[in-house]
């Protein structure tokens, strides 16, 4: 029988965790947006998948390849776990891993309030 | 876990620069110092490491371990025996039956990225689990994918060149728009070099010529023996003839590459 006082008191810490939660998710896709509109490109639907292999790699632009290659060195990273690695902002690092996921290089997972990237190769463990 | 082991690849722009000659003679070179090495065959379109090493029978190729379907242990040929030293001498072959060189020039994108992680994983599985001291990766020339797989995969890039005016345009174009993009430690070697051209004092003049064209370290310079072109591609110099001027060149480049990497 769980008590009056720690219903209430459970409750505002759930919904603001929600909100929090929620937040993220909406930082990131601005991001994405913000991302976006900088290298021209309006649409946001994500391109059919396309591996992330060394020819792609080559051709893309270098703030993306730089992002890309340290997720391939890392298998499953978060922006977080990226930022570290390439010196740069974790909010720089998750647009350009959005970018990725919505060009179809990467995948995406959350794992409670942690969204994990992958390539196709470490999908398939 | 801290990977004491490099992994260098031997690549180049244009064919006939002495990639194989270079990678071989390097590998044993290696072993002569007492390393633990393997030589890998990345040049699916015309392998050629069999013939070099006189290797008949093969267990495993190298296609089968990036297709997936054998052990990298299965691929390894030991040919310590040939080296008179403590060193250790392994190969990894790329088979040169006409089907095989088709059906790697076939593969789609989606394999070539899981090559690459087979590729990637040889650091855990030989340099860290094994103890090998080196893995060279002797690579097709020019853009190919399992080239750019070994250069992706690899500590240190050397760039065999020659004076060939389309082969010094080529590399200059790949040093900036291949090596640069994947952030690669990239050395030369300038190979075949006329006689003339490599006494002395002509050889600094050239040292001096060869990195300022390529504003990268030079590792070392190989005039054009008439030895090496008689041998027709059939002597391992480091190991049968390790008195000759090529050997000795070679040992000075696995020394140089051994303190750069240590």
Redesign the interface.
């Known amino acids: 029988m769980v008590s009056k006082q720690e219903v209430l008191g459970k409750r505002p810490l759930q919904i603001l965790e929600k909100i929090r939660e929620n937040l993220e998710r909406l930082n990131e896709k601005m991001e994405v947006m913000i991302e976006l509109q900088k290298h021209g490109r309006k649409d946001i639907q994500p391109l059919p998948e396309?591996?992330?292999?060394?020819?792609?790699?080559?051709s893309m632009p270098?703030h993306l390849?730089k992002t890309a290659?340290t997720l391939?060195r890392l298998g499953r990273a978060t922006a977080e776990e990226i930022a570290q690695q390439t010196h740069r902002a974790r909010a720089v690092e998750s647009a350009y891993l959005n970018q990725l996921v919505i060009m179809g290089h990467l995948k995406k997972e959350r794992k409670g309030r942690k969204a994990y990237f992958y390539?196709?190769?470490e999908s398939q463990g | 876990m801290t990977t004491l082991g490099k992994i260098i690849a031997v690549h180049s722009y244009k064919g006939g620069t002495g990639k194989t000659l270079l990678s071989a003679n390097l590998a044993a070179t290696f072993a002569k110092h007492g390393k633990k090495v393997c030589l890998f065959d990345l040049d699916f379109r015309a392998p050629s490491l069999s013939t070099v090493l006189k290797i008949e029978k093969v267990e495993c190729w190298l296609n089968e371990y990036l297709n997936g379907t054998c052990e990298i242990d299965k691929v390894l040929i030991d040919l310590s025996d040939r080296i008179q030293n403590r060193g250790k001498f392994f190969v990894g072959l790329a088979n040169p039956a006409t089907e095989a060189m088709r059906d790697m020039s076939a593969k789609d994108?989606?394999w070539?990225?899981?090559a690459?992680?087979r590729l990637l994983a040889l650091r855990n599985s030989l340099l860290n689990d094994k103890g090998f001291d080196y893995l060279i990766f002797d690579t097709s020339p020019g853009l190919q994918?399992s080239s750019?797989?070994a250069i992706?995969g690899a500590d240190l890039v050397i760039v065999a060149t020659t004076l060939d005016r389309s082969d010094v345009d080529g590399t200059k174009r790949m040093l900036h728009e291949?090596y640069d993009?994947?952030?690669k430690k990239t050395d030369i070697v300038l190979n075949k070099v006329l006689h003339d051209v490599y006494s002395q004092p002509g050889r600094e003049e050239l040292q001096a010529k060869i990195k300022d064209l390529y504003q990268v370290p030079l590792l070392g310079i190989i005039p054009c023996f008439c030895d090496v072109l008689k041998a027709e591609g059939g002597i391992l110099f480091a190991q049968e003839r390790p008195e000759h001027p090529f050997a000795k060149i070679l040992d000075e480049i696995a020394s140089k590459i051994d303190n750069n990497m240590a």
Do not use: A, Q, S
């Open positions: 396309t591996p992330l292999d060394v020819m792609t790699l080559l270098d390849r290659m391939c390539t196709e190769k | 994108r989606k070539e990225m899981r690459l992680g994918y750019i797989n992706v291949l993009l994947f952030e």
